[in-house]
């Protein structure tokens, strides 16, 4: 079994060096951690090829609640992203002793 890779989070990512099977988780981890980063707008290196990998990410894109809007670069060896923001908790809803979510 191979070893998770850790890759910085910036606000694009190259699936290049990504084996076929990854794309799909690989692509769901970095929308969740650039929209922790609070990313509004990356950029996901897919590349043109036959469109297998663009399609992969396109499918997961369109489903994922953290997404506004996407869409092709002029080259299509690209997508650019638009992301939603992380939802943040009202402060007038926190609890300041314990710092808890009030419902």
């Known amino acids: 079994m191979c070893e998770p890779v850790e890759v ?4 694009w990512i190259d699936l290049h060096s990504f084996q076929p ?5 690989v692509v769901e ?9 609070e990313f509004r707008l990356v950029r996901i290196v897919h590349g043109r ?6 399609e992969i990410v396109h499918s997961i894109l369109r489903q994922h609640p953290g ?20 939802k943040q908790p009202d402060p ?4 300041r002793a314990n710092g808890k979510t009030r419902a």
């Open 8 to 11: 910085p989070i910036e606000d």
């Open 29 to 37: 981890e970095y929308l969740y951690q650039a929209r922790q980063m």
């Open 49 to 54: 090829g036959i469109g297998v990998q663009r």
């Open 92 to 95: 007038r809803s926190v609890d």
């Open 67 to 86: 997404v506004e809007s996407f869409h092709d670069t002029a080259d299509h060896g690209a997508t650019i992203v638009t992301l939603a923001p992380e």
């Open 21 to 25: 099977p990854d794309v799909a988780s």
